[in-house]
């Protein structure tokens, strides 16, 4: 009556989890998401490289550069985004150079480097949110406002 386990069957719910959660969460949290995953695929390509397991390192920066590249650096507003944006996108752009060269030389220190880059934007990005959540109804802004910080 049933069938065995079938790991096509288990993509492809995964698969449709996935989309659904994508639809019903905001685009703060997908942007954490992104930042969290390149953060994953390089520590898994740095951990395929003291292995040696060559795949899973091209495969792991390979994931990567595709999140920098089609994830963060597309969901930037280069029109309104102004020098933020601009600077995000240099960052971004720069940390595809150099993932791409630790992959080609085989270089940790690299990979390092660029963690040591997106982390702090990453904590930065997510305490946005916390910041944001703590904030009293009286002092925050309208939904979808800037929010303008003094320095």
Same mark, same amino acid.
């Given at each position: 009556m049933f069938s065995a386990y079938s790991p096509r069957a288990a993509n492809a719910y995964q #698969?449709?989890?996935v989309e659904t959660s994508m639809h019903t969460m905001d685009?703060?949290? /997908?942007v954490s998401l992104l930042y969290e995953g390149v953060l994953n695929a390089i520590a898994? %390509? #740095?951990?395929a490289l003291a292995r040696g397991d060559v795949l899973g390192k091209v495969n792991a920066i390979s994931k990567a550069v595709r999140i920098l590249e089609e994830g963060l650096s597309t969901? /930037?507003?280069k029109v309104d985004g102004g020098e933020l944006a601009?600077?995000?996108g240099a960052l971004y752009d720069y940390c595809? #150079?150099? /993932?791409i060269l630790a992959n %080609?030389?085989?270089d940790d220190a690299i990979m390092q480097e660029v963690m040591r880059l997106i982390e702090p934007v990453a904590q930065g990005w997510n305490e946005i949110k916390k910041n944001g959540a703590s904030a009293s109804p009286a002092n925050s802004p309208a %939904?979808?406002?800037p929010v303008l910080v003094e320095a």
């Open positions: #698969r449709i989890n685009q703060h949290q /997908l898994t %390509a #740095r951990g969901s /930037l507003d601009e600077n995000l595809m #150079r150099r /993932l %080609a030389r085989n %939904a979808g406002q």
